[in-house]
């Protein structure tokens, strides 16, 4: 059987996770969509809204991760 060019479809639709985080985590995010907010000409930003961005943000600067994510041979 041949290979198919396309292996998979992105996802992007999104999904509900809950986490239980530290206060102090959560004070942060809270104060970093207030930060973000004010930087936004007063849009407001949930802290909810901020937190995947972060982990998204972060997983793509960890090279460890990244390496891990890539084919062999590629």
Same mark, same amino acid.
């Given at each position: 059987?041949?290979?198919?060019?396309?292996?998979?479809?992105?996802?992007?639709?999104?999904?509900?996770?809950?986490?239980?985080?530290? #206060?102090?985590?959560?004070?942060?995010? &809270? !104060?970093? %969509? $207030?930060?973000?907010? #004010?930087?936004?000409?007063?849009?407001? &930003? !949930?802290? %909810? $809204?901020?937190?995947?961005?972060?982990?998204?943000?972060?997983?793509?600067?960890?090279?460890?991760?990244?390496?891990?994510?890539?084919?062999?041979?590629?």
């Amino acid at each position: 059987m041949s290979r198919l060019k396309i292996t998979a479809i992105e996802d992007d639709t999104p999904v509900k996770m809950t986490l239980d985080v530290p #206060a102090s985590i959560h004070r942060d995010l &809270v !104060e970093y %969509a $207030k930060l973000m907010s #004010a930087e936004n000409g007063g849009k407001a &930003v !949930e802290a %909810a $809204k901020v937190a995947p961005e972060m982990m998204r943000r972060f997983m793509a600067s960890d090279r460890g991760f990244v390496r891990g994510r890539k084919p062999r041979g590629a």
